[in-house]
């Protein structure tokens, strides 16, 4: 049996998912599968939102570049 | 003889794989690392459910040209245990497994999840922007083209904060005056 969904329903669900994701509740990963969408399908869709990077990751990026920033040469 | 990283051990995440190839970059990993691994699970995400977008062509090419390796975990258990223990993804706990058992020096991933848990096991931990970087000290792009790609994953989904972009390019200016 194939129920469907109602659009604004998928759309709620949809920016619950985008919301979680840009927490850091659910990994980039984890929100692909809830949407049942491909990974790749995920990330164009954060383009197309401009959904920005959790806060959590922008600081793990940030202690890469000044580690590597200062351990090179 | 080489370069440490040109001879290192290289385990990749699936989100790396795709980013780099939404801007066009996915042959700097070749270039600068000559050799990755990945866990059948992100080629599987990659390539099997991901067919026909960004980085499925790229990571098949590869993998039949052989300079991506797509390795199975040994221990399977393990990986579900870390996954269950600090309530992660499997496949992402799969990809630290993996970097574990090759002893990789290197992983790179863009997820916070794989990135954090890599740290607690001593692990080398390189994003996209890090991956850039290492690229432009190599001078395999150069210091403006670096500055184009930030700006273009910005675009392509992987929307950085404003400190980190400027991080970014005080590193690559710091760099380019050496």
Known sequence: MTVAIPERIKERFLKEILEMYTKGEISAGKAAEMLGIPRAAFYQLLAEKRVPLPEKLNQSILKELKRIGTSKD | ?178
Do not use: P
């Not at chain 2, 370069?3 to 290289?10: A, K, L, R």
């Not at chain 2, 992983?107 to 931990?125: I, P, Q, S, T, W």
């Open chain 2, 1 to 178: 003889m080489c370069e440490v990283q040109f001879c290192s051990t290289v385990v990749a995440d699936a989100s790396i794989l795709i980013h780099l190839s939404r801007i066009g970059r996915f042959h700097l990993l070749k270039n600068v690392y000559n050799q990755i691994n990945i866990t059948s699970s992100v080629f599987g995400e990659v390539v099997e459910k991901g067919w026909g977008l960004a980085g499925s062509i790229e990571t098949e090419r590869a993998v039949h040209e052989s300079w991506i390796k797509v390795l199975d975990v040994i221990d399977k258990w393990k990986a579900r245990e870390m996954a269950v223990t600090h309530g992660i993804h499997l496949a992402n706990a799969e990809t630290v497994q993996l970097a574990r058992e090759v002893k990789a020096s290197i992983l790179l991933a863009n997820e916070e999840e794989v990135r954090d848990l890599a740290a607690k096991f001593g692990l080398e931990v390189r994003g996209c922007l890090g991956l850039l970087a290492e690229a432009a000290r190599r001078e395999l792009i150069s210091v403006e083209e670096a500055k184009q790609d930030a700006k273009r994953l910005i675009d392509e989904g992987y929307r950085v904060s404003e400190e980190v972009l400027k991080e970014f390019y005080t590193m690559l200016g710091s760099k380019e005056s050496k």
